[in-house]
């Protein structure tokens, strides 16, 4: 019998992988908050949480190949905050930000950074004429690479990011590699935005 628990042991610690890898985020109320207040004080409370600006920067620092921001509402504090993630990323990183019309303001006023910076934008509402509609997301996503993205609640506004409970999950591997391909799926329909 200890021989097999042995086994058991060395089979999760060396042979056994996990198909994905997730972590929750958060993003807390502003101060007071009766909600921040009682978390902070149970046992779990915000344990362990990464916040999602730092999750958000640190999916940025890893990217090797490419980095997409899906939001579909951004202010001028949000396109503030996507600027500095493609500027977190490495030079040879593609950049790429999805957004949906109308074109925000706050992405007109940062044209030229968004040049500068090489990023590749996308517009992903698609008119559906005959039934008088739009084809148009409300999925937040960020992602890195083509396994590990973040997919939640936050939009890129400083509501979202200030002042209001936001959550999400980091996920890596299988689950990621899935959310990557509907992206991929959503520049291949959506419009390229030039300026």
């Known amino acids: 019998m200890r021989t097999m628990l042995r086994a058991v042991n060395l089979y999760k610690l060396h042979v056994q992988r996990h198909l994905d890898e997730v972590m929750v985020v958060v993003s807390k109320p502003a101060h007071p908050s009766q909600l921040v207040a009682l978390l902070e004080k149970t046992l779990e409370g915000f344990s362990g949480m990464q916040t999602t600006a730092h999750a958000l920067i640190d999916l940025a620092h890893r990217a090797t190949n490419r980095f997409t921001v899906m939001t579909p509402f951004v202010d001028d504090v949000g396109m503030g905050r ?22 925000p303001k706050s992405l007109i006023k940062n044209e030229s950074n968004l040049k500068r910076l090489g ?77």
């Open 82 to 103: 996507i600027i500095e993630l493609f500027e977190s990323t490495n030079c040879k990183v593609a950049r790429e930000l999805i957004i949906r019309r109308p074109i």
């Open 119 to 195: 990023v590749s934008v996308y517009d992903f509402r698609i008119s559906r004429d005959e039934a008088g509609e739009h084809e148009t997301f409300h999925a937040k996503v960020v992602r890195c690479d083509d396994s590990e993205c973040y997919v939640g609640s936050s939009n890129m506004t400083q509501w979202s990011f200030d002042y209001s409970l936001e959550l999400g999950l980091l996920v890596r591997g299988e689950a990621g590699r899935r959310v990557s391909i509907i992206l991929d799926a959503v520049q291949s329909v959506s419009i390229p935005v030039t300026f």
